[in-house]
Nanobody
């Protein structure tokens, strides 16, 4: 069993930055890949970014590529999502998730085994 807790959400003006953190418990971070998803009101949950268990491979949605950076610190057992140049359309609840065994669909919610409770990010002037 893995429990994930996100933090770092909040309100920011367009062009601003936030860093989200994901703290897993119950299993060492090094044993699974991590992903970030987001869900805006009235929309389906969508893929944002993914990082392999080693941290050597990363994947991003086109909508955030060049603005967001996913990272992890296995020594501290933490995952992160650095979000820069935020836009109003980035407003959503952001979720971290872990993938215990990759089956080839890194951008689909079904790929991931455990989820956090989410943290709200609001981008507005």
């Amino acid at each position: 069993q893995v429990q994930l807790v996100e933090s770092g959400g909040g309100s920011v003006q367009p062009g601003g930055s936030l860093r989200l953190s994901c703290a897993p418990s119950g299993r060492a971070l090094t044993t699974y890949a991590m992903g970030w998803f987001r869900q805006a009101p009235g929309k389906e949950r969508e893929f944002v970014a993914r990082i392999s268990s080693s941290g050597l491979r990363t994947y991003y949605a086109d909508s955030v590529k060049g603005r967001f950076t996913i990272s992890r610190d296995n020594a501290k057992n933490m995952g992160y999502l650095q979000m820069n140049s935020l836009k109003p359309e980035d407003t959503a609840v952001y979720y971290c998730a872990c993938d215990l065994r990759y089956s080839g669909s890194y951008n689909l919610t079904d790929e991931y085994d455990y989820w956090g409770q989410g943290t709200q990010v609001t981008v507005s002037s």
